[in-house]
């Protein structure tokens, strides 16, 4: 029967204006594999809804001023005191503007989970390698949304111009102030003269409300839209090959699934801005910038900055009259500069070193890239150390030790902890895919002891299901091993050492497979006595 006929007068209307039909029919039926690991990027896309939902509500009660005021609202302990306007509005969202300091607390809850998300997230992409051919651009726009999602979380919890917001902003000064030559001029053009003038926060504010998050849903729309054309990853499996998609169609399975998960999703947060407070900046009091800040932490993903700006010994050089302040200059824009191109261009080093152009739509298991699982646990390692070294302070008044220890714990940890962390992940990664091997070859111990009529005992060993062995033997083809170059004269021009060092790359890679047990050596270890 005609499709036309079938359709409701609205429907066909709007069919004759948008052709919007055949759009439906060809993507309604769109089908999206399912793991609970692809609901990360879904946690990060949902509390960021809520950020845009909540930060509306908000910037109809902030006041982005720093113009002095006297406090007078339902805060007693408060009233009567020199504050800015800032400061002022964010305490009246807070007690006296309805269902305010709910939505407060909401909006700051999103945040803290929004950029959690998104690293698990990244980890998720990371470790099963869901980077490769032909999803590298999404990489690029999800590594600057997530600097983003840094920027904007921490221009959010400046605007209030509380003793936290103040504290943290005076770093960023600072900060600026490092960067040779410009420093100082940039500074100037950044807060319109000294530190902290009258007009940072209004700038701030255009840029937290409007800047940030117009590119970020851009991006995001981008983001998006790229995974719908591209179709998911998906584990290997029965039935699944890197043509297909095997999982729930769009319409109606995925559709009540995402929904009802973006609703735990914001009740979840709801709940916890209910019950566990979060930035209470009535007890920090107004920035003043003679005071210091006390008992308030930056939020967690600022944490790892403050950790290198604790660890970087104070080195300082004069040069032609200017000073340049490596201890501001490394830690706080060269290394994160460093970090957040490093991980833009990961898939293209880990593309050059194993020649592997092919696309890939099927996710690696991390234990069989051991390379790359190591690794992104030594990265993880390496973040965490800076991390914990922001609180290098807490943990000293907290276990008794003096600080300078703490601070040299941590030192030594930013070069030992990554390769610790490296050489023991490969290791597991190795011993696990030894063991996959056995499983799929011997099968799954059972438990169950069978005693023989000859009277001998043997334990019954269960097969493998079918897709645990698919997934188990799901490891990287050999032929990506390329031999080390060999020159007739031994000469080392940078071209040959480039290929050296590409082709020892590729075999840390790549030859991992060789670790497994041989069948000879198998059957040498089946020869040896118990
Ligand atoms: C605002 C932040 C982000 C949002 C809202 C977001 C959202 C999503 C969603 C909903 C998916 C599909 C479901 C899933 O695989 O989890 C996805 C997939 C993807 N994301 Fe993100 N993402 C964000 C940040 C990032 C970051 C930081 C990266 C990496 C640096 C990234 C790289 C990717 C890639 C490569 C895919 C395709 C994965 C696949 O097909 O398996 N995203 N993203
Ligand atoms: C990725 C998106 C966003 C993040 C990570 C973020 C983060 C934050 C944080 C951490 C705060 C401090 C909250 C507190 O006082 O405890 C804040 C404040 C604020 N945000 Fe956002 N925000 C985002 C998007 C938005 C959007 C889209 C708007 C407006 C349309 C907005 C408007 C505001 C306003 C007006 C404040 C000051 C009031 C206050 O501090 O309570 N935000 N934001």
New binding site residues.
Partial sequence: MNKRALMTDSERALDERLGSAAFLRRNIRKVFPEQWS?????I??YS?MLLVLTGVFLSLFFKPSEEDTVYDGSYALLRGAKVSEAYASTIDISFDVRGGLLVRQIHHWAAVLFVAA?CV??M??FFTG??RKP?EI??LI??T??AL?VAEGFGGYSLPDDLLSGTGLRIFQGILLSIPIVGTYLSFFVFGGEFPGHQFIPRLFTVHILLIPGI?IAL?TA??MI?WH?K??QWPGPKRTGHNVVGSPTFPQFLTHTIAFQLYVAGLITLLAAWVQINPIWLYGPYRPDAVSSGSQPDWYVGFLEGSLRLMPRISWSFAGHTIAWNALVPAVLLPMAFFTL?ALYPFFERWVTGDDRPHHL?DRPRNAPTRTALGMAAITWYGNLWAAGGNDVIAAVFKIPLEYTTWFFRIGFFAFPVIAFVVTRRICLSLQRSDAQAVEEGIESGIIKRLPTGQYIEVHDRPRPEQAMIAQAVHPDDLVRPLPRHIIPLPTPNRIIAQIQARLNQAYTKYAAETPTPEERRELEKRPD
């Fill in positions: 692809f609901l990360l990027g879904e990060a896309l960021f998104i997230h990244l998720r992409i869901a980077f999803r999404n990489w999800g590594t949304l997530f999602a970020l995001i983001h998006l995974i591209q998911h990853t991980i996710c």
